[in-house]
């Protein structure tokens, strides 16, 4: 089995080649390709992630390269983790907003937009070409934001499955707080990508017994102070959104902390730095524990897990994934990308039966699909326009003049990436 990483040369990747390495069994890799047009940085990180492979008796082979065709002939699965304009654009996808005091990010808001306008004809271009070298691969996109540009594969007819780490972690959080394996809890997860609640918390499996209410009851404080919301909100919402839920029901609050602190992406810039340098020294053998700031927590166990369900491995067989709506939430065009529970098989994946949703979580989920519908318009065909109406669709803007604003300086901080501007 041939599986190629795009982006190999991130600081993420030895956290993945650790889960290739320890979960071997669920996925038999016998070749990785890390590809990376930054070359010195790609050689650091492949020469760990070959000591890591050795360290743990991997026999498989693991090859880097910058040709990205070369990289992804043959693969079986090719995993998209890249991020186009480095931190530097993420650093601006961070800032500029906070000046219209919207919540600056790099996945929701204006942020989330100037990396999907970044993103998307980047990703098609590299899925036309792992089409061209085997039209059988699966594509993995790991690249925020996720939903988007899932939704932008999925309808130039690749074969993509969208993935995020924010279901699995939550899951060994509760895991822990149960007192059961992770294995044992099944999420009833629910809404698009960075969009999501925890409806149910099942032992066993999808019909098995809900210990939501019994979870919140005698734990609510400590999952309310992970999620930085107030325990009574839980209460009274009786579900457990995700931690990109706190940009909307906290939006001021959050601006106002972001106006007071480094940027997440200086943050990382600095921790990236410092990573690069461990990853150079010949001696280390095993992913550093400064690599769990980073961010990505059990990204390489979503990803085994769904690589390994695709291919036909032993895979989980039910899995949080982002896949096409098709008829899963009613209220949801057919062609929306959702973020559920899917079975997972070589053919492909297919969303759990839900039952009715809440209409409070209902609506931002049919705001946010809007928003999105528009935003991937924006990113295949241009245009300041096209920029305007996302930007005044989305939740976190909604006001004219701020959308104005907004669309000059998302286009004046991205115009070496957008071929129209």
């Given at each position: 089995m041939k599986l190629t990483v795009v982006g190999g040369g991130s600081t993420y990747t030895p956290e993945l080649v650790d889960g290739f390495a320890r979960l071997h069994g669920t996925l038999p890799i016998e070749e990785l390709v890390l590809v990376d047009p930054a070359e010195e940085r790609l050689e650091r990180v492949g020469g760990l992630a070959r000591r890591i492979f050795a360290r743990q008796g991997h026999g498989g082979r693991i090859v880097t390269t910058?040709?990205?065709d070369r990289g992804v002939g043959g693969a079986d699965a090719v995993l998209l983790q890249l991020r186009v304009g480095g931190q530097a654009a993420r650093e601006q996808d961070e800032t500029w907003p906070l000046e219209c005091g919207c919540v600056g990010q790099e996945t929701t808001g204006a942020g989330g937009l100037a990396k999907a306008l970044r993103t998307v004809p980047v990703v098609l271009d590299i899925a036309e070409r792992v089409r061209r070298a085997n039209p059988g691969a699966w594509i993995i996109d790991f690249t925020n934001p996720v939903g988007i540009v899932t939704r932008a594969l999925l309808r130039a007819g690749h074969r993509a499955v969208g993935l995020c780490n924010v279901a699995i972690g939550l899951q060994r959080k509760f895991a822990a707080h149960l007192g059961v394996t992770p294995s044992d809890v099944?999420?009833?997860?629910?809404?698009?990508?960075?969009?999501?609640?925890?409806?149910?918390?099942?032992?066993?499996?999808p019909t098995g017994e809900d210990v939501l209410a019994k979870l919140l009851a005698g734990h609510g404080d400590s999952i309310a102070a992970d999620l930085r919301l107030p325990r009574p909100l839980l209460d009274r919402l009786g579900v457990v959104p995700s931690p990109y839920l706190r940009y909307y029901y906290a939006h001021d609050e959050v601006v106002g902390e972001l106006r007071t602190k480094p940027s997440r992406a200086a943050e990382v810039a600095a921790m990236e730095r410092r990573l690069l340098d461990m990853y150079a020294d010949p001696a280390l053998d095993e992913k550093p524990a400064l690599l769990a700031e980073r961010g990505g927590a059990y990204y390489s166990e979503a990803a085994v897990d769904l690589a390994a369900g695709l291919l036909g491995g032993s895979g989980s067989p039910y899995q949080v994934v982002n896949a096409y709506n098709a008829g899963t939430l009613p209220f949801l065009p057919d062609d929306a990308v959702i973020e559920v529970q899917a079975t997972v098989g070589p053919t492909g994946v297919t969303p759990l039966p839900l039952p009715p949703v809440d209409p409070l979580l209902a609506g931002l989920m049919a705001n946010v699909t809007a928003y999105e519908d528009l935003a991937l318009d924006a990113a295949l065909r241009g245009g300041r326009d096209r920029v305007f109406r996302a930007l005044l669709a989305h939740p976190l803007i909604g006001q004219y003049a701020y959308a104005d604003t907004l669309t000059d300086r998302l286009i004046a901080h991205n115009r070496e990436h957008l071929t129209w501007a």
């Open positions: 910058t040709d990205l099944h999420l009833d997860h629910v809404g698009l990508n960075h969009l999501t609640w925890e409806t149910g918390v099942r032992l066993g499996g």
